[in-house]
């Protein structure tokens, strides 16, 4: 009879390992990019093709070159990232797969001449992964939905949920987008088929915008015309609405892309408010004009979803999960 031979230990490693003993896994499927200023912004992307769905989050002083050899500090996160926003120029925002939403910050160390980013503080009251979040006007709170249907509005300096709504809707909340200007007011879209407006300071605080027959997966709201939102939808429609009206009234209503809408932002640049960046699930980035979704500009060069877009002066900035990073001059 042969002896016993050794289990397999290889499980017992990886189990075991720390996120600092983990290698390093350089190519990230990139999933954000958040820009302040020509000297702060940050990419997070996650890897999805090792043993641990980590994450990483990279912050640069330079925006004319995000080659992530030249950022200044990098972090891991013990879970994939999905969704990330500034706080200020050396403060930062972001949210997990593992449902975390944790705040970092770019410090000094101790007698070096170097900085590092550190986590300022983490929560987790979400039951599922968290997805997207959006800071309100006032940078004292966010508000944030995932995968559990909830939809929480946080206290970012003490890290608590002073509102949650749970079952906010009856399936996954896609996006969430708060309105320019103001720190009570945000929409939120679902794969229920619904796109909701809700302000916490009323006793009902959401109201219906939009109902469809297909889920929807992105909204932004225009930087300058305040009751102009649009939504995105998983057939690749886009629709513009005014909130004005009571249930929302439909101004644009257009199949744009033949995969699910992934991302949806207008340019805050007040005199270009109408110019409405849009990625999906392809390698498509393109500009519409939000009066008639005409299109002001397109581009094909990444090889991979196209998961952020960050808007800098007349700059669109796009990452994909081919581990780059797009710039794009919109013309005039």
Avoid at 13 to 33: C, E
Avoid at 157 to 180: K, M, R, Y
Avoid at 270 to 281: G, H, N, Q
Wanted: proline share 3%; charged share 20%.
């Amino acid at each position: 009879m042969e002896p016993l031979m050794d289990p397999n230990l290889n499980a017992a490693v990886y189990r075991d390992m720390t996120a600092a003993d983990r290698p390093p896994v350089p190519d990230k499927n990139l999933q954000f990019i958040s820009i302040y200023n020509e000297k702060s912004a940050i990419l997070g992307g996650s890897n999805m093709t090792d043993r641990y769905w980590c994450g990483t989050v990279w912050y640069f002083n330079d925006i004319s070159d995000f080659d992530k050899n030249k950022a200044v500090v990098a972090t891991k996160t013990e879970s994939g990232v999905c969704d990330g926003a500034h706080l200020e120029h050396d403060k930062f925002v972001i949210c997990e797969d593992s449902g975390v939403l944790q705040v970092l910050g770019l410090v000094d160390v101790a007698d070096t001449n170097l900085q590092e980013l550190q986590s300022l503080g983490y929560a987790c009251l979400h039951d599922s992964s968290l997805l997207t979040l959006s800071v309100f006007h006032d940078n004292d709170h966010l508000v944030t939905g995932g995968m559990d249907y909830c939809i929480k509005v946080w206290d970012i300096e003490e890290l608590i949920a002073t509102h949650s709504f749970g079952f906010a809707h009856t399936d996954i909340v896609t996006c969430v987008n708060v309105q320019p200007r103001n720190s009570s007011v945000f929409v939120s879209t679902s794969f229920d088929c619904e796109a909701l407006m809700w302000d916490i300071r009323q006793s009902k605080p959401a109201q219906s915008i939009l109902k469809r027959d297909i889920g929807l997966t992105a909204v932004s709201w225009n930087s300058i015309a305040d009751h102009i939102i649009a939504i995105g939808a998983d057939n690749g429609d886009i629709v513009l609405v005014d909130v004005r009206k009571s249930g929302g009234l439909v101004l644009v209503d257009a199949n744009m892309f033949h995969r699910s809408v992934h991302k949806l932002l207008f340019n805050p640049n007040p005199e270009r408010s109408k110019e409405l960046a849009c990625c999906c699930d392809d390698i498509i980035v393109e500009v519409l004009n939000k009066d008639n979704f005409s299109s002001i500009y397109k581009n094909e060069s990444h090889t991979d979803f196209i998961r952020g877009l960050a808007w800098y002066k007349d700059q669109l900035f796009s990452c994909s999960w081919d581990n780059t990073v797009g710039k794009h001059t919109i013309p005039l």
